[in-house]
């Protein structure tokens, strides 16, 4: 880069960009180099975004937070910093949620969306057959209906576990121990089924069922094994897989009941005598 050591004006006068190989600047027609005027085409620039995002933030924050966290949604710590922000400006970020979510943080009324896209194992092509499924059939009932009516060589078994651990599924079953028990049996009922269906050979229910099919479906998912009954995971270790998964902790916070305690023992500026 040209090093400045004097300015002086040499008034209005022509200018050519002659796109130098090594650094960009222009050149004045006496051969004189101008090679601040690049620096201020860029901070014009920048400054002209800067206000374009703040008045997003400002006018629509919930949008603006979505998209910032969706831009992120591959780096945890940003996503985590973000969600942070978020709830300093009175922004609830909602859990991920496998019969609402889409790839994207999804603005909401007042609140965010989680996105399927920043779980940890889930990839792209797992996230779009579970939505394909969800548009074809409607929302997901039970465990046995979601692994029934997706392609399980796209939604791996870990896809599935990241899923259970980090609170998507909790809307078909809040024990999320007793998901991830339930999940070995299950994949292999519905991949059973799958290998029926795949040479002609459907259920009793789908033969010689009634017309309804949502209620010939509703039966065959009964017929799903179960594990014997388990009690959830402890706070803390639920707690520990969202932050593995998500970035942060979604349900609740380790350090919430010291809350109070560490904002009253917190430093305060004190205000002088005059005010």
């Known amino acids: 880069m040209v090093k400045i050591i004097s300015r002086r004006s040499v008034g209005v006068q022509s ?3 002659i796109g130098v190989k090594q650094d960009h600047n222009f050149c004045l027609r006496n051969g004189l180099i101008a090679s601040n005027c690049f ?18 933030k400002a006018n629509y924050p919930v949008e603006y937070m979505a998209a910032l966290l969706t831009a992120n949604s591959g780096d945890q710590d940003k996503v985590q910093k973000y969600i942070a922000t978020c709830m300093s400006m009175g922004i609830q970020v909602e859990p991920p949620d ?11 009324q007042d609140s965010i969306l989680f996105g399927l896209s920043a779980v940890r194992n889930v990839g792209e092509g797992a996230i779009e057959n579970i939505l394909a499924a969800r548009e074809t059939g409607g929302k997901f009932t039970s465990l046995a209906d979601l692994c029934d009516r997706i392609d399980p060589r796209t939604v791996n078994r870990r896809a599935l576990e990241a899923l259970i651990q980090c609170g ?23 991949q059973s089924r799958a290998r029926d269906r795949a040479v002609g050979q459907g259920s009793l229910f789908d033969l010689f069922g009634s017309g309804d099919s949502a209620s010939s479906d509703t039966n065959g998912f009964e017929t799903a094994p179960k594990t014997p009954p388990v009690p959830d995971y402890p706070p803390q ?35 002088s005598p005059t005010g």
Do not use: C
Request: charged share 25%; no cysteine; proline share 6%.
């Open 15 to 17: 200018v050519y960009d």
């Open 98 to 108: 496998i019969n609402r979510s889409g790839v994207d943080f999804t603005p909401l």
């Open 237 to 271: 270790e639920k707690l520990k897989l969202e932050k593995d998964l998500l970035g942060f902790y979604i349900s609740d916070h380790p350090l919430k009941t010291v809350q109070s305690v560490a904002r009253m023992l917190a430093p305060t500026r004190q205000r």
């Open 39 to 56: 620096n201020k085409s860029h901070s014009t620039a920048y400054g002209y975004v800067t206000y374009q995002t703040a008045y997003l």
């Open 168 to 190: 998507a599924l909790d809307g078909l079953d809040p024990n999320r121990n007793q998901l991830m028990h339930d999940l070995e049996p299950v994949l292999e009922w519905a």
